[in-house]
């Protein structure tokens, strides 16, 4: 294991200049090494305290410019693929590549920051993000200090070394994290599911389970079983404990649902047998399948720990929705908006679509190499109509035009773009106009009782900075509808 305290005078490359790299960077620096940022943006563009790193001293260097002679460590921020020139050369040198979550990992392990936290990790394809929040407003409940880091904005290095203590830290991790990250091994750790997601980063569905599977490494591992590939993974897992989670009736060593109820048949000891009632499913936001999965999952991680059921209750009736997470923005006559922008891939946008009747969608952006067939098909009989955005939309087009040949389609173009594969085209002149004339043309097709849903099946990266800025730019749409919409326009 490297010593982190023996890192003083050695030279250490971070690549990425962003939030888990700067805050590597920091880190690295305060152990007195010598740290050289990796990153192609010109200083201008670096977040200010990217920027402030680089005032301060720290080098900027583009990665191909990165002379990796005499370096101990390379500390990599999760979106670096595998296959990224710098990484591989210094693999080829015998150097060490870690991701930020292994730095945090290793620190924590040697107490650079006091006695180490307990660690209970979440990944998944959909609902890590719920799931960490639902868990650290239990934590909350039982009055156990913590944080909920990771994925979700903050990173574990920051959670670590910030002012107040947190004892245990609710982390979600995401594949790249977790590839990055083979010496974790959580107090407990839980795979939500697994569905098609980054196969483009990971080169395949194998490899992307493989890193999920990282979570289940640790003490206790947990995973959903209405999941076919989250239960076998559970099954191979190498930890002590193996604990299951489904929507029906739990059997041993598994937390499910009965009569409106969530029940532990897990952690209650000589109560186990006849389950012990843990909070009831109307308490859980977000309402629906998915939301009481994600309660599941995160109440098998707080009994992982000895949370007490009535905490579980509390902190379950506590939590509210984040933005961008099946939110709704508006009802506007009879017909409800939900930014559910969060949802970047098929298998989360199915949840989201099947939680309503009557679906006007709106969909598209970058696939990241997911199919869409099996989408389409499960959500046709949902679908009003669908008004299409983005990149990969021809690909979308394509599987309605086969599965839901009657939903009719809007695609809704930006500038000069030709690439037209539907009847029914809205063309605007910017792309900040696009998702102002998606949510017009959505309306124009939706009733009462109807709901016009952002759930796109893909990233944002084409078009907007993140998922965020895509939702808050639906809720600005929304917020500037007129009284009444007409029919677009069709054109060529």
């Not at 930020?100 to 609902?127: H, K, M, S, V, Y």
């Not at 949840?351 to 199919?371: C, D, F, Q």
Request: aromatic fraction near 4%; charge should be negative; charged fraction near 15%.
């Amino acid at each position: 294991m490297t010593q982190l305290r023996e890192l003083a005078g050695r030279t250490i490359v971070v690549a990425g200049a962003r939030v888990s790299g700067v805050a590597a960077a920091r880190l690295l620096a305060g152990l007195g090494a010598t740290v050289v940022l990796a990153d192609g943006a010109e200083l201008a563009a670096l977040t200010p305290d990217a920027a402030e790193l680089v005032a301060s001293g720290m080098a900027l260097v583009a990665p191909e410019q990165v002379a990796l002679d005499g370096v101990a460590l390379v500390v990599t921020s999760p979106g670096w693929r595998p296959d990224s020139p710098l990484l591989t050369a210094a693999a080829a040198l015998g150097i060490p590549v870690w991701g930020d979550i292994e730095l945090a990992w290793q620190a924590d392990q040697q107490e650079l920051f006091g006695p180490a936290r307990t660690w209970l990790a979440i990944t998944g394809t959909n609902g890590k993000t719920t799931t960490t929040s639902m868990l650290d407003s239990i934590l909350a409940a039982a009055g156990i200090a913590s944080a909920a880091c990771g994925n979700i904005g903050l990173s574990v290095l920051d959670a670590l070394t910030a002012d107040t203590r947190a004892d245990v830290l609710a982390i979600e991790l995401s594949s790249f994290q977790l590839h990055w990250a083979p010496s974790v091994r959580p107090r407990a750790g839980v795979v939500l599911n697994v569905a098609e997601d980054h196969l483009d980063w990971h080169g395949g569905m194998a490899a992307y389970a493989r890193a999920k599977a990282q979570a289940l490494t640790g003490d206790i591992a947990v995973a959903g079983l209405d999941d076919e590939i989250a239960a076998s993974l559970l099954a191979g897992a190498p930890a002590a404990r193996a604990i299951g989670f489904r929507l029906g009736e739990p059997g041993p060593d598994e937390l499910g649902v009965v009569d409106g109820r969530i029940i532990d048949r897990a952690f209650g000891g000589a109560d186990s047998a006849a389950g012990i009632p843990l909070a009831q499913v109307s308490q859980i936001h977000p309402a629906g399948p998915a939301g009481t999965m994600d309660a599941l999952a995160a109440a098998a991680l707080a009994r992982a720990i000895g949370v007490a059921p009535a905490a579980i209750a509390a902190g379950l009736d506590a939590h509210q929705v984040g933005p961008h997470r099946a939110a709704l923005v508006d009802e506007i006559a009879g017909v409800a908006y939900i930014d559910d922008s969060k949802a970047t891939n098929p298998h989360a946008t199915r949840a989201s679509v099947l939680a309503h009747e009557r679906v006007v969608w709106i969909a598209g952006g970058l696939l990241k190499g997911a199919a869409v067939d099996d989408l389409v098909r499960d959500i046709a009989p949902r679908l009003v109509a669908a008004v299409l955005l983005g990149q990969d939309r021809g690909q979308l087009v394509d599987a309605l035009r086969q599965h839901a040949p009657e939903v009719p389609i809007v695609e809704v173009l930006a500038g000069e773009d030709v690439s037209v594969s539907s009847a029914t085209v809205v063309r605007v002149d910017t792309t900040e106009q696009v998702m102002s004339a998606a949510v017009r043309a959505g309306t124009a097709f939706a009733e009462s009782g109807d709901t016009v849903l952002l759930a796109p099946a893909a990233a944002s990266l084409d078009m907007y900075r993140d998922y965020g800025e895509r939702g808050r730019s639906f809720v600005a749409a929304v917020q500037g509808l007129a009284p009444t919409a007409e029919r677009p326009s069709t054109g060529s």
